[in-house]
């Protein structure tokens, strides 16, 4: 039966695969499931993890495109090491640069309970070693360092394949800096504006004070936009230029509005 492959953000559900210890129809069952669904998607590989199973199960194609199936995996060899894109069908079509072993060994057991080991190599030694990665709660998100998985997340957030240098993204998180800052400014014009029906000297003393405070806060944050929105901006080489020009010009902007209502607040307060 063709089966549901599990696919971000849908949280994995198991935490690891149980090995298993008995050999009955349903594990047969189980792995005519990873057939069909392995034939149904073209797909080279899938481990039970993918489909929620919680059996320490995987089926894969060979050289030859036969299917094989491992029951009880376990790496217990490998050599040497290169780094290359790799996609896994839980994340879709978004890629990651990911470190594996070239050969590895592995031991498990056929359908019969029989002990079994083989060789890989290549393209498959590193396609095993993402199943069985799977079979242990995990997918290839687990051997990223910090920088590769927040650049990776950012490829999940908006659905591209390409590397954190090649776009810009529409948001920032410097945009929230901008809230805060109209916000604040938007708040000073309530006693601005309050001031005009008040003709205590003092209480428009204690205004004017507010107004001064407030003033420094949004400018100190204004400081702030301006050299945290260049440091994000670095961050997209193929937009810095234009983040750049759109940053001093935002700041500009911001620090007149902000110029106007601490001279209107002069005259009128």
Request: with cysteine; glycine share 4%; proline share 2%.
């Amino acid at each position: 039966m063709i089966k549901k492959i599990i696919k971000y953000p849908t949280p994995l559900s198991i935490e690891y695969g149980t090995d298993v210890r008995v050999f009955d129809e349903k594990l047969f069952s189980l792995i005519d499931d990873l057939k069909d669904t392995i034939k149904e998607n073209n797909l080279d590989a899938l481990s039970a993890y993918q489909i929620e199973s919680y059996f320490n199960v995987l089926v894969f194609k060979d050289e030859n495109d036969e299917l094989v199936e491992m029951i009880n995996p376990v790496q217990i060899g490998h050599s040497g090491e290169s780094v290359e894109d790799e996609k896994t069908s839980y994340y879709g079509d978004v890629s990651a640069k990911i470190k594996r072993f070239e050969n590895i060994s592995i031991v498990y057991q056929d359908r019969n309970g029989d002990d079994k080991s083989m060789k890989f190599s290549g393209k498959l030694a590193r396609t095993l070693q993402r199943k069985l990665d799977y079979l242990f709660g995990a997918t290839f998100i687990g051997r990223m360092d910090e920088k590769q998985k927040n650049n990776f997340q950012t490829k999940l957030e908006f659905g591209l394949d390409v590397g954190i240098d090649d776009y810009c993204p529409t948001t920032f998180k410097r945009d929230k800096v901008l809230k805060v800052i109209n916000i604040l400014m938007l708040i000073m014009l309530v006693p601005l504006l309050g001031s005009l029906f008040v003709s205590d000297k003092d209480i428009l003393h204690e205004i004017w004070q507010y107004q001064l405070y407030a003033s420094f806060a949004v400018l100190t944050m204004q400081v702030f936009y301006f050299f945290y929105a260049q440091y994000e901006a670095k961050q997209y080489k193929s937009c810095t230029s234009c983040s750049i020009g759109n940053i001093i010009g935002t700041t500009a902007i911001s620090f007149v509005r902000l110029s106007v209502v601490m001279i209107a607040s002069y005259f009128v307060i």
